[in-house]
């Protein structure tokens, strides 16, 4: 069988979808990282698909696009809880689905959480700036122009063999938690003082409707040092900033590279994933846990992760691609 690629059409755009893959590794040179929100759920649309590690793919938020194919597919749609239908009938998630010409695929909203990302076998064929296929919405560039989709854009794959899609959905303990209530793991830092590390037990708080890819600004406060003097340096994806009113706020893949504001605490990379997903009214405590910790339930996470994708590429190099040619 020939080797095809997918053409999605956008027939209506949802409320935020972008391109997005792992993201870029040039914060030296001032680029922020970008990147799929919630990269567990990226990893494994792809995963599912039959992608290499990193392949763009759709990034949908809140409310997502209603796209009509117009070549043979499989598509992967992981992350919130999404009513989605094919040609109106239910279509799952956490599986792969092979679709045809014609059919239309509609992204809905989610009851709880914020994002999914929606996987193309073959991934999409976008430029890369920087290393980075993800879309940067402020600098403008990256993805699919530099921007969210908007109503008749065409996203196109890469060719690749038609294959079978696996029969297996990925399992609960595979996937981010979506909430509403969300406890996240914590490293402090040098500028974390003694009266915030015994403000946080039982502390809880409440996302904002301040809450993009930049960061998420959490109601409640916390005692914040003050520090006129303090230099703006580098910061990271989860880290936790606190500025002078209290008020914390969890930074996502697109803030930028440097801040102002003191940073008392990062949240251990187990649970950065989680930072996609919180959405407005979400609830959110800390939990200081050892670098010991957090490191132990990073890999124990990778483990399982990547169990997962040797499966699902196991699949597609037995069972997939090629084998009905």
Same mark, same amino acid.
């Given at each position: 069988?020939p080797?095809t690629?997918?053409?999605?059409?956008v027939l209506?755009p949802g409320?935020l979808?972008t391109v997005?893959d792992?993201?870029?590794?040039?914060?030296a040179?001032g680029?922020?990282a970008?990147?799929?929100?919630?990269?567990?759920?990226?990893?494994?649309a792809?995963?599912?698909v039959?992608?290499?590690?990193?392949?763009?793919a759709l990034?949908?938020?809140?409310?997502?696009?209603?796209?009509?194919?117009h070549a043979?597919?499989?598509?992967?749609?992981?992350?919130?809880?999404?009513?989605?239908t094919?040609?109106?009938?239910?279509?799952?998630?956490?599986?792969?689905?092979a679709?045809?010409?014609?059919q239309?695929?509609?992204?809905g909203?989610?009851p709880?959480?914020?994002?999914?990302?929606?996987?193309?076998?073959g991934g999409l064929?976008?430029?890369?700036v920087?290393?980075?296929?993800?879309?940067?919405?402020?600098?403008?560039?990256?993805?699919? @122009?530099?921007?969210a989709?908007? #109503?008749g854009?065409?996203? &196109?794959?890469?060719?690749?063999?038609? /294959?079978?899609p =696996? !029969?297996g959905?990925?399992?609960p303990?595979?996937?981010?938690?979506?909430?509403?209530?969300?406890?996240?793991?914590v490293?402090?830092?040098?500028?974390?003082?003694?009266?915030l590390?015994r403000a946080l037990? @039982?502390?809880?708080?409440q996302v #904002?409707?301040?809450?993009? &890819?930049m960061g998420?600004?959490?109601? /409640?406060?916390? =005692? !914040?040092?003050?520090?006129?003097?303090?230099?703006?340096?580098p910061?990271?994806?989860?880290a936790?900033?606190?500025?002078p009113?209290?008020q914390p706020?969890?930074?996502l893949?697109d803030a930028?590279?440097?801040g102002?504001?003191?940073v008392p605490l990062?949240v251990?990379?187990?649970?950065?994933?989680?930072l996609?997903?919180?959405r =407005?009214g979400?609830r959110?405590g800390?939990?200081?846990v050892?670098?010991?910790?957090?490191r132990a339930?990073l890999?124990?996470?990778?483990r399982?992760?990547?169990?997962?994708?040797?499966?699902?590429?196991?699949?597609?190099?037995?069972?997939?691609?090629?084998?009905?040619?």
């Amino acid at each position: 069988m020939p080797e095809t690629g997918a053409a999605l059409e956008v027939l209506h755009p949802g409320l935020l979808t972008t391109v997005q893959d792992t993201g870029r590794r040039a914060r030296a040179q001032g680029f922020p990282a970008a990147g799929a929100a919630d990269p567990v759920a990226f990893r494994l649309a792809g995963a599912l698909v039959g992608n290499p590690r990193g392949e763009a793919a759709l990034e949908v938020t809140l409310r997502g696009p209603r796209l009509r194919v117009h070549a043979p597919a499989v598509l992967a749609l992981c992350g919130a809880p999404f009513a989605a239908t094919l040609d109106g009938r239910p279509f799952p998630l956490w599986r792969a689905v092979a679709v045809w010409p014609g059919q239309v695929l509609d992204v809905g909203t989610a009851p709880r959480g914020l994002r999914a990302v929606l996987a193309v076998q073959g991934g999409l064929d976008v430029p890369s700036v920087a290393g980075s296929a993800s879309t940067d919405l402020r600098g403008g560039f990256g993805g699919h @122009g530099g921007r969210a989709l908007r #109503t008749g854009d065409v996203l &196109r794959g890469h060719a690749v063999r038609p /294959g079978v899609p =696996p !029969a297996g959905v990925v399992a609960p303990a595979g996937r981010t938690p979506v909430g509403p209530a969300h406890v996240l793991r914590v490293l402090p830092t040098a500028e974390a003082t003694p009266e915030l590390l015994r403000a946080l037990p @039982g502390r809880a708080f409440q996302v #904002t409707p301040q809450a993009d &890819r930049m960061g998420v600004r959490l109601a /409640g406060r916390l =005692p !914040a040092a003050a520090n006129p003097g303090r230099l703006s340096l580098p910061t990271v994806p989860g880290a936790v900033q606190l500025p002078p009113d209290g008020q914390p706020i969890l930074l996502l893949p697109d803030a930028g590279t440097h801040g102002g504001y003191p940073v008392p605490l990062v949240v251990a990379g187990v649970d950065v994933p989680r930072l996609g997903q919180l959405r =407005p009214g979400d609830r959110v405590g800390f939990q200081v846990v050892t670098l010991e910790a957090a490191r132990a339930a990073l890999g124990a996470q990778e483990r399982l992760l990547r169990g997962v994708a040797q499966t699902l590429a196991w699949h597609w190099r037995t069972g997939g691609p090629g084998v009905r040619d």
